[in-house]
């Protein structure tokens, strides 16, 4: 990561930083802009000021404070209620926690879904019609990346990664009994 500075002393210079990407011990070097002005150009033209023989730098500890995106959810008995309980998301921002269906091992069709505000989140419900369900689940986490607060398709509100991967837990459901049965004529005995 990187800022620009002006010529002379700056004071209090914040720098954002990917966590997930930062290590713990970091170095600061202050770089000449000798290519474009005002962008940032290394390697390149942009080349680290010299004091002497060493490099003007330093060099510091951070202590990395994340908590990663993530979803529990615990295997459940479905009762008529027609409900999913997630038991805990956290979130990096504004987003949606999505049901699908499970398609040999993956997530298949989105069956329900609820936005979701950045932070932690615990005890959310779901509806979900469970007449159509299959008895494994997933719960994924999606972005809010287009219009705020409307939902869109998941090339534009797309599942938040991690190392490539999509945050998103599998679980098994139980089903509740159930028979059901259309009125229908009788036709040699049988129904």
Known sequence: AFVQVAEG???EVVVEIDPLRATPHLYAILHADEGEAGTFEFP????PLQDGEE?????FIVEIVVRLPSIVVADQLLSEEETIVIDGVV???DG???LHMDEDGQPGQMVSYLPLLAGETQGLVLPFNWR???PHLHAVLYLDAGQ???YEDPE????VLIDDQPVATRFLVTLPPDIFVLDQPVVDGEI
């Open 9 to 11: 002393v700056s004071e």
């Open 44 to 47: 390149g033209p942009d080349s």
């Open 55 to 59: 490099s003007v730098s330093a060099d």
């Open 91 to 93: 979130a990096g921002q």
């Open 96 to 98: 949606w926690i999505a």
């Open 132 to 134: 159509n369900a299959t």
């Open 148 to 150: 705020a607060g409307v």
């Open 156 to 159: 534009i509100d797309t599942p």
